[in-house]
């Protein structure tokens, strides 16, 4: 018997063996806070331990080997955690983005009466100048990854967005002197 065999086998069994009280214990080390689940992580870990258990020298302390892995693992996903923002101010920061996209970066922030006539005119897009807005600037889609989902060629895509923007600066320029 080769010692990849050996380490694989034995890791095999020790998971089959220990799968919940492994998943437990990344229970008990995980932050409340973490999107992060228990399962996943000790199946990042044990897929990362079988795709490496041929190159390895044979395991003596499969029990320690394995836990010291998933605390290795729960400590480099903390360390990578983000700070959690809420959808909303996601969605909020987009919105300013999208807004410095069409009038520039100033130096004041936007009025959220302003913010609101954005809002608005997006919802008042037809349905795919809206959809192209949605999709790139608040969702974070490429227009490669789009035109591969929808079929749709790139160059039209663009065409869409900036066709869409046009509409957007227009109507919101009519919005401003207005109000001014």
Do not use: C, W
């Amino acid at each position: 018997m080769t010692s990849e065999t050996e380490n694989y086998n034995n890791l095999k069994t020790f998971f089959d063996e220990e799968y919940r009280s492994l998943k437990a214990y990344a229970k008990s080390r995980i932050d409340d806070a973490t999107d992060r689940d228990a399962d996943d992580i000790v199946q990042d870990v044990a897929l990362k331990l079988f795709s490496r258990s041929d190159s390895a020298l044979p395991i003596t302390n499969i029990a320690g080997f394995v836990y010291h892995s998933i605390r290795n693992k729960i400590v480099d996903l903390m360390r990578t955690e983000k700070p959690g923002i809420s959808l909303e101010d996601e969605m909020e920061n987009k919105l300013i983005e999208f807004s410095e996209l069409l009038y520039g970066k100033s130096d004041n922030s936007y009025s959220d009466e302003m913010t609101s006539e954005l809002k608005k005119a997006i919802a008042n897009l037809k349905p795919n100048y809206r959809n192209i807005i949605a999709a790139i600037d608040f969702e974070g889609y490429t227009y490669q990854e789009l035109s591969n989902e929808s079929g749709i060629p790139q160059g039209t895509l663009m065409s869409r967005r900036h066709r869409a923007l046009a509409i957007l600066l227009k109507e919101l320029e009519i919005k401003k002197q207005i109000s001014n």
